[in-house]
């Protein structure tokens, strides 16, 4: 083989090699999606959640260190009316929630927290579960109530339908 062959053989494997794409190791993706649903009570009372599907940072006993880990929170926030205005309230807010992927079970619980959207306290992480393979994962809360948490002697529980919210990945 001549020099020049042996040099348009080199540039050609050589422009071969940088055209073919690179594989990377890709993070997972974990799922990602949110939903909304209120309820009004006598016009007075309404108590509003939205849940999402997410990732938050978790210990994981297996490596030893902080990951990110699917989760499923829910941010309330609850209001009263005076007929003019709505202001927000403290409120009990409780229920039951359920992950599935491809309409199978993976984790379900139920929750009861206190929010208090007018202070910072409103997002919960209510859900934790485990990948359970790449597929469509729905966060489902259910059976809900929400219930005037101030101390006026007037009790209000309004019941929120339940919500789905889903998201693709893992």
């Known amino acids: 083989m001549n020099s020049l062959t042996r040099t348009l053989a080199t540039i050609a494997t050589a422009s071969a090699l940088a055209l073919t794409p690179v594989q ?54 609850c209001e009263h009316s005076d007929y003019v205005f709505w202001s927000g309230r403290r409120c009990l807010v409780s229920g039951d929630w359920e992950v599935q ?27 934790t579960y485990r990948c359970a393979g790449h ?12 219930t005037d948490a101030t101390e006026d002697n007037r009790p209000r529980t309004a019941y929120p339908p339940a919500v789905t ?4 990945g893992c």
């Open 135 to 146: 597929g469509t994962y729905t966060f489902t809360v259910s059976n809900l109530a929400g």
């Open 24 to 77: 990377a190791q890709a993070a997972p993706s974990f799922p990602s999606g949110c939903a909304s649903t209120s309820a009004t009570t006598n016009g007075t009372w309404r108590v509003s959640l939205t849940p999402c599907l997410t990732s938050e940072e978790g210990y994981d006993n297996d490596s030893g260190s902080w990951v990110q880990k699917p989760a499923g929170v829910v941010t309330i926030k």
């Open 165 to 168: 919210a889903r998201g693709t």
């Open 101 to 127: 992927r491809d309409g199978n079970h993976v984790a379900s619980g139920s929750f009861s927290v206190t929010a208090d959207y007018d202070h910072g306290n409103s997002r919960f992480h209510i859900a």
